[in-house]
């Protein structure tokens, strides 16, 4: 009996499919974030009949891009280092600050876009998106991104 109970702990805490549902703001539950990236927002390369106005980010693997009406995407890798299972959720923020993105005012609350239970060690991809509830000015002033990942759990 005691020999099977590591391989029933390791069964019972696969990793498990994504969910992919948006929140507005951070959980009041035991959540904490676990890691912030600043990155520089830059506007898009231009294409012929691009609409609408879109900046991108990008850093190793994670990269995404918001656009003038606040629709804004996220792909990026989170690697969980314990055995227990927690939930991870990838988000971010929008502000202005210095060109390396430091002195930043912070214009736009956190918004959440993927929440994915991870076990084992594992190394997984959290990829989506949401709506920031921003203006055209926040937008056209925004040259920073803030890339927040929160956890649950035993982190």
Excluded at 3 to 19: F, G, I, M, T, Y
Excluded at 132 to 144: K, R
Aim: hydrophobic residues 35%; contains cysteine; charged residues 20%.
């Amino acid at each position: 009996m005691w020999k099977l109970l590591p391989l029933l702990l390791l069964v019972s805490c696969a990793a498990q499919e994504p969910n992919d549902s948006v929140s507005q703001a951070p959980r009041p539950d035991s959540s904490r974030i676990v890691s912030t990236l600043d990155l520089p927002l830059l506007p898009a390369p231009a294409t012929g009949a691009q609409q609408p106005a879109t900046k991108d980010f990008q850093t190793g693997e994670t990269r995404g891009r918001v656009d003038d009406s606040g629709a804004w995407n996220l792909r990026t890798s989170v690697t969980h280092r314990r055995l227990r299972c927690a939930t991870y959720e990838t988000g971010i923020q929008l502000g202005r600050g210095n060109a390396d993105c430091s002195n930043v005012r912070w214009t736009s609350p956190v918004q959440f876009g993927t929440r994915r239970t991870q076990c084992n060690a594992a190394t997984l991809i959290h990829a989506g998106g949401g709506e920031l509830a921003i203006t055209s000015d926040t937008f056209e002033a925004s040259n920073c991104v803030r890339v927040v990942i929160q956890c649950s759990g035993p982190c």
